[in-house]
């Protein structure tokens, strides 16, 4: 997690003042880990900070802040209706397009006391600019420190059909997927586009392969059959982490010997996975992209519990 700063700009653009929601520190269980975060604006609120009753007077009490900086401190007993027994700590700012522009891209260091930044903070910020690290989000000495979100990940969704428009509406609020949108005109997408979200309408999709970073991953599941091997084509050609391609095994039985006599070789051809998703789970879209959003994440799970493991 980090500071996603193209949201609050997209926050306060839209909504004019938003105040920001950080959990600052924890002690003990808590429903949300340190630098998860919500916007709240005078009629709505985006994020969370783990749901409950913690939440809904944190955004209440949002509503109504006067000063800019506000640390609190809360233990999550039965008072409040949770029993993770744990406690956290809360830091709310409050931002406008003045402020907001005056945020550093690369790791935003704040005072949460007023105070002037401490010895300890300056060497940390030193540290991990010198070396390229994003520190942690973490309050120390009375500061709030967190880098700027980057997602780690760079997914191409090829088709805004009832599929592509189901993945969309599941994986876009995850916060590690940078999504490009890709279909062969601006009335296949929905008039709403998810923040986070870049939609590409082009006549010719598989042209814009080339510009797709060769670690990205994709998913194939245009309109056309025709469409969908030409990306298929295109893909082999490039590079890419990961490619699925919606379809039967019937499909891509045709697809392969049609790939191999375009002069790709079978274990290249290989690399990309189709069926995808998981097809117990039935043919309705909502139902392909839940699997779909499965198989996606199952490795970057395994890859979290491995460091996990490790640490």
């Given at each position: 997690m980090g500071f996603d700063l193209e949201a609050l700009r997209e926050a306060v653009k839209t909504h004019g003042k938003v105040v920001r929601v950080v959990i600052a520190g924890i002690k003990g269980s808590s429903p949300r880990e340190v630098g998860a975060a919500m916007l709240v604006w005078k009629d709505g609120q985006s994020g969370t900070v783990g749901g409950g009753t913690l939440e809904y007077q944190a955004a209440e009490a949002?509503?109504?802040q006067k000063v800019a900086t506000r640390l609190t401190h809360h233990t999550l007993g039965p008072d409040m209706g949770q029993c993770c027994g744990g406690a956290v700590s809360l830091f709310s700012e409050v931002y406008d397009l003045k402020t907001v522009?005056?945020?550093?891209?690369?790791i935003i260091a704040r005072s949460a006391s007023g105070g002037a930044m401490p010895l300890s903070v300056k060497r940390m910020l030193a540290a991990a600019r010198s070396q390229g690290i994003a520190p942690e989000p973490r309050l120390i000495d009375g500061w709030m420190i967190e880098p700027v979100h980057r997602p780690a990940r760079n997914l191409w969704i090829w088709g805004a059909g009832h599929v592509g428009r189901a993945l969309v509406d599941v994986l876009s609020p995850l916060p590690d997927l940078a999504i490009t949108w890709v279909d062969t005109g601006r009335e296949r997408f929905p008039d709403v586009i998810p923040q986070g979200v870049t939609d590409l309408p082009a006549t010719k999709?598989?042209?814009?392969?080339?510009?797709a970073p060769a670690n990205a991953e994709h998913l194939v599941l245009t309109y056309s059959h025709n469409l969908d091997l030409e990306l298929c084509n295109r893909l082999l050609l490039h590079d890419f982490r990961f490619a699925g391609l919606i379809g039967s095994?019937?499909?891509?039985?045709?697809?392969?010997l049609r790939l191999a006599a375009l002069g790709h070789p079978p274990d290249r051809i290989s690399r990309i996975t189709c069926p995808i998703g998981d097809p117990s789970l039935g043919k309705h879209p909502q139902m392909i992209a839940v699997g779909v959003a499965a198989q996606l994440l199952r490795p970057a799970l395994q890859n979290e519990l491995k460091k996990d493991m490790s640490a």
């Open positions: 949002a509503r109504t522009e005056t945020l550093d891209d690369t999709p598989a042209d814009l392969v080339r510009h095994a019937t499909k891509w039985a045709r697809f392969r």
